[in-house]
């Protein structure tokens, strides 16, 4: 009954639940390569879905722009209507509903310091609140031994970027972090529009967390405007970026949350050129996948990860 005032009885023995769950997943995500990797698809098997689906709802749905794909009218009319006949299935194969207030167990979690300030500091309340009983374990993210916790069955979840994230796993994206400037509030630059050659001209901080490099996404960016800069620091952890900022007259460039959760006298502002941004996603083993508890989990951090993006 669901289905049918989807498509219409007519339909039905063309209807694959995976259609409605990819049309879903396509909703949320607005790209084929970030939908495809959090239905553990290839991109190419995602593309024929969605052909498949055009075919179903003599529809485009989406549509190509350049950040991704865009719905079109019908999908925005049809996506509600799929949301809720997914729930209803759900509902029929759910033996028991979850219950994160009964629940109890540990979920282990391998993170750095952004996400811990700028995810985890602001879920714990609500987390403790809705599951009591359930504790959560913060293990130390390093992408070149991440992998190698799999067998043993350490890691339930990451929070970190794609690139970190082992290949078999499944992932979703939280959300797209951008990037500030920022030095310490009397720095001879604060007050001023900062342009490219004063972002240049002074010595800059570069958080490092697992190679101790001194080159990244900035110095990516600069070099694709014939542009570079000096690093005179490079440290693993961004909860010292501003205490070392206060006290130099270092320049930083790092992600916008945790310049909001810095309780730091310092000039902010926008970098003179263009740096891509970055996904912050959830990453988790097939191990974890259909656990209820870790399900629940990883949506609370989604929900968290969204409020957080909006200001609130």
Known sequence: MLCVIIIGMHDITRLDARLLVAFDTLMEERSVTRAAQRLNMTQQGLSGT????????????????????????????LAPRIKSALSGLEGVLESQEFDPATADGTIYVATGDYA????????????????????LAMLPLNPVTLSEQVPGGRVDLALTIQQFAPQSWFTRRLFEERYLGAVRA???????????DTFCNWEHLLVSPYRGNFAGVIDRALARVNRSRQVG???PSFSVVGAILERTDLLAVVPERILTNMNRRLFVFEPPLEIDGVDVIAAWPERVHQDPLHAWFRQLCYDSAQVTNSGD
């Not at 969605?50 to 009319?77: I, N």
């Not at 811990?116 to 504790?135: C, D, G, K, M, Y």
């Open 50 to 77: 969605l052909q498949r689906m055009r075919d179903l709802f003599a529809d485009p749905l989406f549509v190509r722009e350049a950040r991704g794909v865009a719905p079109t009218p019908r999908a925005e009319e």
């Open 116 to 135: 811990l300030s700028s995810i985890v500091s602001r879920l714990f309340e609500q987390f403790r609140t809705l599951a009591p009983n359930v504790r």
């Open 186 to 196: 009397d720095h001879p630059i604060a007050g001023m529009k900062v342009d490219i």
């Open 233 to 235: 620091l490079t440290i």
